[in-house]
């Protein structure tokens, strides 16, 4: 592990552009449950991917909104860990970076991470169902909502239409504007990091791939190995919030 270490501190400090690919493993050092992780009270009683579809929303629109305002509250309410802040920390030693990833949380922007691509949405940005427009709609209280409950969507002022969360669901496509940005990101980087994510999830799950296709070294940290198959790829494993801020000691 010290000798992969310091090989990936090497290949950073050389590197020119960086893509930080992150995934759910990165927010739950922050408490952040992924649908992999039990839930509590009245969610106890459904499985997070049936309610994460459009067709869930149709059929029960105050269920799944009243789901999605609970998750909104909780993400509220944690904090960026270590390893966030490393990533917002890696802007003073490389010239250009740019964090891509499949999380839906804001936790990038608040440690202080400039240009973050959500290639599946983001929690904190739910608009209008019928004609997508922006709705600012205030946090709720995470005390009051308990283990959950339903809530009915607020409505649009334009076209009366509900609310739904900004997030990808199961079955939509990715946002063209986040994803056509990303893969000339990935294209033309020298060196793509890749944290907290299985690679299991298509087409994010394409990126690292690419880059190194494309020549760039790829370092993926996690708490399991990821298996490599070239000599430009590296496995760093453990906890993003241990293994980034070491990276970023020895730049």
């Given at each position: 592990?010290?000798?992969?270490?310091?090989?990936?501190?090497?290949?950073?400090?050389r590197a020119?552009?960086?893509?930080v690919?992150?995934g759910?493993?990165v927010?739950?050092?922050?408490?952040?449950?992924t649908?992999?992780?039990d839930l509590?009270g009245?969610?106890a009683?459904?499985?997070?991917?049936?309610?994460?579809?459009p067709?869930a929303?149709?059929a029960?629109?105050?269920?799944?909104?009243g789901?999605?305002?609970?998750r909104?509250a909780r993400?509220?309410?944690v904090?960026p860990n270590?390893?966030?802040?490393?990533?917002?920390q890696?802007?003073r030693?490389?010239?250009q970076?740019?964090v891509?990833?499949?999380n839906?949380?804001d936790?990038h922007?608040?440690?202080?991470?400039?240009?973050?691509?959500h290639?599946?949405?983001?929690?904190?940005?739910p608009?209008c169902?019928?004609?997508?427009?922006?709705?600012?709609?205030?946090?709720?209280?995470?005390d009051?909502?308990?283990d959950g409950q339903r809530?009915?969507?607020?409505r649009c002022e334009d076209?009366?239409g509900?609310?739904?969360?900004?997030?990808?669901?199961?079955?939509e496509?990715?946002?063209e504007q986040?994803?056509?940005?990303?893969?000339?990101?990935?294209?033309?980087?020298d060196?793509l990091?890749?944290v907290g994510t299985?690679g299991?999830?298509?087409p994010a799950?394409q990126?690292?791939?690419?880059?190194?296709?494309?020549?760039a070294?790829v370092v993926?940290?996690?708490?399991d190995?990821?298996a490599?198959?070239s000599?430009?790829e590296?496995s760093?494993?453990g906890r993003?919030?241990?293994i980034?801020?070491?990276l970023?000691?020895?730049?």
């Open positions: 592990m010290p000798t992969q270490l310091q090989t990936a501190i090497d290949h950073l400090s020119q552009r960086v893509v690919f992150t759910a493993g927010s739950a050092e922050s408490g952040i449950p649908f992999r992780d509590t009245l969610w009683r459904f499985d997070p991917q049936r309610l994460a579809t067709e929303f149709l029960d629109p105050e269920l799944v909104w789901w999605y305002e609970w909104r993400v509220g309410q904090q270590p390893g966030h802040t490393a990533i917002a890696l802007e030693h490389v010239p970076v740019c891509v990833t499949q839906v949380d936790l922007e608040r440690a202080g991470s400039t240009r973050v691509l290639l599946h949405g983001s929690i904190q940005s608009r169902h019928d004609c997508a427009r922006p709705m600012q709609i205030p946090l709720a209280d995470l009051q909502l308990g809530m009915a969507p607020p076209c009366d509900p609310a739904r969360p900004g997030v990808v669901w199961f079955g496509s990715l946002p986040a994803w056509q940005s990303a893969w000339p990101e990935v294209q033309k980087c060196l990091l890749s299985s299991a999830v298509y799950a990126l690292p791939q690419l880059a190194l296709e494309q020549g070294v993926h940290v996690n708490p190995p990821i490599v198959s000599e430009r590296l760093l494993v993003a919030g241990e980034l801020p070491r970023m000691e020895g730049l």
